[in-house]
Every structure is written in structure tokens, then in C-alpha cells.
């Protein structure tokens, strides 16, 4: 094969819709296409006024299975399923109808996507790669389908703190297991029998792969990537103005991400350093849940909801710090952009943050849905600027050295020439054997 292998990256959902998942993917084919690779999104069309295809920063993106997808949300639960499984399959067929125009398949999300991008792998010989974004809550967590917000000081009992979206725990494979064993199974016997590499992007995640039976794949560590020439420090000292007084938090508004956490330990803030404030970028299902929470804890007045921001860097330099409450994570893209700018963070010790933050070096890490913690941590670094210029400095060099956009990338090039290399070896040493490919067996 002649030049770099094409590219079709394969995601569920896709900007318009913005997250972790999507963030990176766009950043990473992005950077592809810029040092001359082929690279393709392909995604589903969940909504009718998204065109089925056009270029966002440069990178083709390909939409299918709209009409089964758009206004699916109001449907019953059985017969959204079904149509998504009917989706599936459709992405299945236009990635079989397209392979003539890729050489690799590298697919956001270890999830149901795995079932009908193996089926294509196996039957075209094509390697796929996937990658993990989600473990989910830890193992033996308590966390129920149907959580309440953490109530602090407030009734308990009050219904506003009961969570009524559907909230996900079991991490990228979980609506795979939903479809049962039977689906698992064949899952399995596909990825064993093809070119497949598993990228996690956090090191708690090769428990995951452990816990579901999917250890014998090929698991490769290489972590979220960012853009360090968007993302980096300002000429003006944070701690030299008004900024050294405000936290900054980005982040999305459901139950994972603890902001229910992080408002009750405001709430104690508040009652201490007064004069501090916190902005919230982002929205999401809870949104009003905590603007009532942050009404009744009476902290309104020094909590501003930013709403969702187009410009993530000038939102960072509002601030002299940065949060992560978390619940749990996969490898926070927003805990990678507050270091990268030189604010100190104060995360909790979940996935991806316990790689990127050493406690007491370049950040601080409290225990997930501690409040208490996370205040006295926040605390501690809008009382000391001279400690929290240190972590600065010290975050912004670990994602210089660690994390940057070109080493991450680079690390995937490498990855992707080695997998197509192995799937020439592979025919080369069969043909030379006299013996001809195996058939898709149906």
C-alpha cells in the first residue's frame, strides 16, 4: 500500500452535539488532515437539520440513518432500541458499501459500535481500532439507575433532588451487555478473529477490559491529546488581579459530573471566603436542578451558569483555578485544558485525573462526592497564590511534555502504520502458504 492508511473514524454522536467523545475526535482527525492523512467522520444523524454531510474545521463528516434516528427521544424505550439496533445495522452496510475508501477503521467508543463495525472488519480484512472512552462508576459502586442529587444541608427528601434522566454506569460496553450474552458472546468471537486493537485512555481502564472478559485483546495505553497552541498560559499573572479570587468549572450538567458536589462544597466556600466566585460552563439534563440547588443553599449570588461557550480558553481565563468534581470519568478533556493554561486543578481521584494530577505537584485530588474535601482543597489554593502559581506551572508543563496534540497523534500514526502492516503481512504470508483467505463464514 502507498502513503499513510485512510481513515474513517466512526462515532455515535457528533457536533453539533459537543463532549468529551466528540471534542476529541474532531481535534484528532482534525490534525491528521492537516499533516496531509485521509480522514473521514462518519456519525449517525439524529437530528433532521444536520445536514448528511459537510466539512467542520476542515474534516469531512458523513451522517447516516436519519430517518430512523430524528425525534426518537419521544418514542418508547423498547422502540427506540429497536430503531437504533435498525441504525447499527445501516451503519454496518455504508461502511461495507465504503470500503474501497478506507484502510482502517478507528471507532470512537468502545460500545454496540463494536458489534457491526467487526462484522465489516471480518468480512473486509480491514483493522479496527477502537477506543475505550468510559469505564463507568467504579466496580461495586452504589450508585442506583435513579440517583438523587447530594443534599448537604437541605431536606433529603425534597423530589427536585431525584434525577430523572437516565443515567449511565456501566461505561462504553454497557448497552453492548443490555443486548444480552448471546450479543457479547458473538462480539467477542468476532474481535478474536480479526485485527483489532482496544485504546484506553486512562490506566483504571485495563480493569474494565479485565472485569468483561475482553482482556485478550490487544490493549494499547495512549491518552486524550490537546491542542497546546489553543491552550496555554496568558501573559497576565492570574493571581495578580481580580482573577485569584474566582474557580472555574467546564463541564457538561448530568449526575456524573458532580456539580451537585461541587456546589454543596461552595456552599462551605462561601460561609469562609466570601468574596470568591465560581462559574460553571456548560449545560446539560440537570441544569436546573442545581440553578434551584444553588438558590436554596443561598449561594446564587457568587455562582454564575455560564451556559455552554464556543471560546473554552477565555473562559479558563476568567479564573486563577480550576474543579473537576467528577463522579467518575474516562480521561477529563476539561481537566487537560484548565493545566495546559496554567491553572492548579482540584479533581477528584477518578479515571484519567489520577494520571494526569500528582497530588501535591501539579494539582490536588479528593475523594469522589467528598464536598467537604473539596472544599477545604479549593480552599487551600485560593488562600495560598504562591502554591497555586507552583501547581500552575508544574500542570502546565506535564500536558507540554505528556499530552500535547502532536505527541498523542503521533503516537496513533504510528499505531495505525503498524496495524495495516500487519494486515498485508498477514494476506502476504497466506498467499505465499498456497492457501486462499478465509470466508466470512454466515
Request: one cysteine or more; hydrophobic letters at 45%; aromatic letters at 6%.
Amino acid at each position: 500500500m502507498k502513503g499513510d492508511p485512510r481513515i474513517f473514524m466512526v462515532v455515535t454522536t457528533f457536533h453539533p452535539v459537543v463532549g468529551g467523545v466528540e471534542r476529541q475526535a474532531l481535534v484528532q482527525a482534525r490534525n491528521l488532515r492537516e499533516r496531509g492523512h485521509e480522514v473521514t467522520i462518519i456519525t449517525f444523524r439524529h437530528n433532521k437539520a444536520w445536514p448528511v454531510q459537510e466539512i467542520i474545521e476542515g474534516v469531512p463528516v458523513m451522517r447516516v440513518a436519519g430517518a430512523l434516528l430524528r425525534g426518537r427521544e419521544k418514542l418508547p424505550r423498547l422502540l427506540q432500541r429497536s430503531l437504533y439496533m435498525v441504525a447499527l445495522m445501516i451503519m454496518g452496510w455504508v461502511l461495507w458499501r465504503l470500503r474501497h475508501s478506507y484502510d482502517l477503521l478507528h471507532v470512537h467508543q468502545f460500545s454496540l459500535l463494536a458489534l457491526p463495525t467487526a462484522v465489516v472488519a471480518r468480512a473486509t480484512s480491514k483493522p479496527v481500532l477502537f477506543v475505550l472512552h468510559s469505564a463507568g462508576a467504579p466496580q461495586g459502586s452504589t450508585t442506583p439507575h435513579k440517583p438523587l442529587l447530594i443534599a448537604g444541608p437541605l431536606d433529603s427528601s425534597a423530589s427536585w433532588l431525584e434525577v430523572s434522566t437516565q443515567t449511565y454506569i456501566g461505561g462504553d460496553l454497557e448497552n453492548l451487555k443490555r443486548m444480552g450474552k448471546l450479543a457479547v458472546r458473538l462480539t467477542r468471537s468476532l474481535l478474536a478473529s480479526i485485527n483489532t486493537v482496544v485504546v484506553i485512555i486512562s490506566s483504571r481502564m485495563k480493569d474494565y477490559l479485565i472485569e468483561h472478559n475482553f482482556s485478550f485483546l490487544d490493549t494499547q495505553f495512549i491518552a486524550n491529546g490537546l491542542d497546546i497552541d489553543r491552550f496555554h498560559p496568558t501573559l497576565v499573572d492570574a493571581f495578580d488581579n481580580e482573577r485569584r479570587r474566582i474557580v472555574v468549572c467546564i463541564s457538561r450538567l448530568s449526575y456524573e459530573k458532580g456539580i451537585d458536589v461541587l456546589l454543596q462544597a461552595w456552599y462551605l466556600i462561601q460561609k469562609q471566603a466570601p468574596e470568591t466566585r465560581l462559574i460553571i460552563v456548560g449545560t446539560g439534563p440537570l441544569q436546573g436542578q442545581l440553578e434551584q440547588m444553588a438558590q436554596a443553599l443561598a449561594i446564587v449570588d457568587s455562582v454564575e451558569f455560564a451556559g455552554l461557550q464556543q471560546d473554552i480558553p477565555a473562559q479558563l481565563y476568567r479564573g486563577s483555578l480550576a474543579v473537576s468534581p467528577s463522579r467518575w470519568e474516562g480521561m477529563p478533556v476539561a481537566v487537560l485544558e484548565a493545566m495546559a493554561c496554567g491553572l492548579p486543578c482540584v479533581a477528584t481521584r477518578v479515571s484519567g485525573s489520577e494520571d494526569i494530577i500528582t497530588h501535591g505537584v501539579n494539582g490536588l485530588l479528593v475523594e469522589p462526592e467528598d464536598y467537604q474535601s473539596l472544599a477545604q482543597a479549593l480552599l487551600v489554593l485560593l488562600r495560598d497564590p504562591e502554591l497555586a502559581r507552583q501547581y500552575g506551572r508544574a500542570a502546565h508543563s506535564t500536558i507540554e511534555q505528556r499530552y500535547s496534540l502532536e505527541h498523542i497523534t503521533n503516537q496513533y500514526v504510528e499505531l495505525y502504520r503498524r496495524m495495516v502492516g500487519r494486515k498485508h503481512e498477514l494476506i502476504e504470508d497466506t498467499l505465499s502458504a498456497g492457501s486462499p483467505v478465509e470466508p466470512l463464514k454466515v
